[in-house]
Antibody, heavy 121, light 109 residues
Framework: EVQLVESGGALAQPGGSLRLSCAAS????????MSWVRQAPGKGLEWVAN????????YYVDSLEGRFTVSRDNAKNSLYLQMNGLRAEDTAVYYC??????????????WGQGTLVTVSS | QTVVTQEPSLTVSPGGTVTLTCASS?????????ANWFQKKPGQAPRALIY???NKHSWTPARFSGSLLGGKAALTLSGVQPEDEAEYYC?????????FGGGTKLTVL
């Protein structure tokens, strides 16, 4: 059974940093691209970042302005999101998502339950 | 900035049929945008329904179908059930960027 379990969400100060983690199990993690998707309170889903299977290619939504970094450790079956320069608008539930192959149309088939990040003073 | 547009809300009667659409600010949606559809209920993680325009996942109920319709991606629910009340999001792929629509709140009444 595919499982994605996020952790690391917390209350953070504006300008602060957080690191989200996602523990994956039930599939060959190193064979899949992975993404982070977020949902702000009362808002829709927003794709945040993607990292390819080997970790060498990464993609980000333009609005992040270089503040977030996605990474992975295939030996530990883990995905990470380093969030720096946090802003109030980064407040959201962050989902870890498996991406089988969006370049062939199969995007985001399994989702974690999400971890809440709140940015407030 | 690319914008993906969905109907904000729709209402359907139980047993009825409803079509949700997904438009791109860049022009007509084609198969090359690999439209995906997701269902989101409050307090739950999103669930994937449709991939690559018109393909169902193994867990997707038969009453859900995807298509291209009039230059848009479309999700049709036939024989709507009360449990289909949810928000539905489309996702379009722009080659290195993934953009969700704003979501359609579907009410079953």
């Amino acid at each position: 059974e595919v499982q994605l379990v996020e952790s690391g969400g917390a209350l953070a100060q504006p300008g602060g940093s957080l690191r989200l983690s996602c523990a994956a199990s039930g599939f060959t993690f190193s064979s899949y691209s992975m993404s982070w998707v977020r949902q702000a309170p009362g808002k829709g889903l927003e794709w945040v970042a993607n990292i390819m299977e080997d970790g060498n290619r990464k993609y980000y939504v333009d609005s992040l302005e270089g503040r977030f970094t996605v990474s992975r450790d295939n030996a530990k079956n883990s995905l990470y999101l380093q969030m720096n320069g946090l802003r109030a608008e980064d407040t959201a539930v962050y989902y870890c998502v498996r991406d089988p192959d969006c370049t062939r149309g199969v995007c985001f088939d399994y989702w974690g339950q999400g971890t809440l990040v709140t940015v407030s003073s | 900035q690319t914008v993906v547009t969905q109907e904000p809300s729709l209402t359907v009667s139980p047993g009825g049929t409803v079509t949700l659409t997904c438009a791109s600010s860049t022009g007509a949606v084609t198969s090359g945008y690999y439209a995906n559809w997701f269902q989101k209920k409050p307090g739950q993680a999103p669930r994937a329904l449709i991939y690559n325009t018109d393909n169902k996942h193994s867990w997707t109920p038969a009453r859900f179908s995807g298509s291209l319709l009039g230059g848009k991606a479309a999700l049709t629910l036939s024989g709507v059930q009360p449990e289909d009340e949810a928000e539905y999001y489309c996702l379009l792929f722009y080659g290195g960027a993934w953009v969700f629509g704003g979501g359609t709140k579907l009410t079953v009444l």
